[in-house]
């Protein structure tokens, strides 16, 4: 795993923009991301790059106790947002929230 690297899909790709989504959910396979780093990020579609995010930190957290800041904080409600997990990672109960800012976009 290239740990300079993030991708997200491409709807939420505004939100990220406009600073209105300042966290991602993921699984145990990306809890590697260093706080302090800058990586680059782009579409998971397509690879197509569109803004550099700062890690400022990686938590763990349950599926069970996600609550609704950190729904705020994706621009989506509760109900939204496990909606969203469960389609990507189905079943999974351990999950990290990397919490970034925007450095830069094109
Ligand atoms: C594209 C990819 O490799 N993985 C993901 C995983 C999650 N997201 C988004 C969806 C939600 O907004 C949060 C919560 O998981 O992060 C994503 O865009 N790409």
Redesign the pocket.
């Given at each position: 795993m290239d740990w300079s690297k993030?991708?997200?899909?491409e709807?939420?790709e505004a939100?990220i923009l406009s600073g209105k989504?300042t966290?991602?959910?993921?699984?145990e396979a990306?809890k590697g991301y260093v706080p302090g780093s800058v990586v680059q990020v782009s579409?998971?579609?397509d690879d197509r790059w569109f803004c550099e995010l700062k890690i400022l930190s990686v938590t763990p957290i349950k599926f069970s106790e996600l609550t609704e800041f950190h729904a705020e904080q994706?621009?989506?409600t509760l109900p939204q947002?496990k909606d969203?997990?469960q389609e990507?990672?189905p079943g999974i109960e351990s999950?990290y929230v990397i919490q970034y800012q925007l450095v830069s976009d094109h």
């Open positions: 993030m991708t997200f899909f709807r939420f939100d989504k966290i991602t959910i993921r699984d990306e579409t998971y579609e994706e621009n989506m947002l969203v997990i990507i990672y999950l």
